[in-house]
C-alpha cells in the first residue's frame, strides 16, 4: 500500500510538509511515492492563483502564516532574495532520487538549502553536492537536471496531477482522496488511524 506526495521545491509548504509526510508513511507502514509537479504549469492548466499574485492582505496572511508555521514546527525558514528561482533542474533531479530510491534525503536536503539556506536550486554543482550526501552519483545528477527525458516525464507527471484533482502543493494523494495543505496532515493522519480511509 502507498500514499503519493505531489509537490515542487517552490512551495515553502513542501519544505515544512516534506518531512512529515515521510514520517507518516512510515508510522503507518505504507510505500511513499514522491512525485515532483511543476506547480506554475499546473496553475496555469487549471487556472489556479498563484500565491504572490493574490491580493496584497492574502499575501501579507501568507507571509504571516508560513512564518507561524515555521516556528510551530521548530525549523528556520528564509525567502531566497532572488525567489522565485527556476524550479525545472531542481525538480528533474528529484525524478532521478525517486528511481534510485534517494527520494527522501534528496529532496529534503534541496529543501532546506532553498528555504533555511538561501542555496541556488538552478546552480548544477550544488544539486550534485546535495545528490552526493544523499547517496547519489553526481554526475548522474547534473546529468538528469539537464535531462530532456526527464523533462517530458516531469511534464507527464503535472498532467497525471491535474487528471487526479490535485490544484497546489503540497498534496497527499491516497487513491481515494486527496489531502492538501500542511495544516492537513493531522487529519490524514487520523483517517489512516482509525481505517477510514482505503489507501492503495
Not at 515553502?12 to 510538509?17: D, F, G, K
Not at 497546489?168 to 486527496?178: A, H, Q, R
Request: hydrophobic content about 45%; glycine content about 6%.
Amino acid at each position: 500500500m502507498s500514499l503519493t506526495f505531489w509537490f515542487d521545491v517552490h512551495s515553502p509548504w513542501v519544505y515544512l510538509a516534506a518531512p512529515r509526510v515521510a514520517d507518516l508513511a512510515r508510522k503507518h507502514k505504507l510505500d511513499l511515492l514522491w512525485r515532483p509537479l511543476h506547480l506554475p504549469r499546473l496553475l496555469d492548466e487549471i487556472g489556479g492563483v498563484k500565491p504572490l499574485e493574490a491580493a496584497p492582505a492574502r499575501v501579507a496572511w501568507f507571509r504571516q502564516d508560513i512564518l507561524d508555521w515555521a516556528e510551530i514546527q521548530g525549523v528556520p525558514l528564509r525567502t531566497h532574495p532572488n525567489y522565485p528561482l527556476r524550479n525545472s533542474r531542481a525538480l528533474r533531479a528529484c525524478l532521478l532520487a525517486q528511481d534510485e530510491g534517494k527520494a527522501e534525503a534528496f529532496v529534503t536536503r534541496v529543501l532546506k538549502g532553498y528555504w533555511a539556506e538561501e542555496a541556488d536550486i538552478t546552480d548544477l554543482d550544488q544539486l550534485a553536492r546535495w545528490g552526493e550526501a544523499a547517496g547519489l552519483d553526481p554526475d548522474a545528477v547534473r546529468e538528469a537536471a539537464s535531462s530532456e527525458v526527464l523533462k517530458a516525464r516531469l511534464d507527464a507527471n503535472t498532467q497525471e496531477a491535474v487528471a487526479r484533482g490535485v490544484f497546489g502543493v503540497p498534496t497527499v494523494d491516497t487513491g481515494t482522496k486527496l489531502y492538501f495543505g500542511n495544516d492537513r496532515l493531522d487529519l490524514l493522519d487520523i483517517h489512516i488511524s482509525r481505517g477510514q480511509i482505503p489507501v492503495a
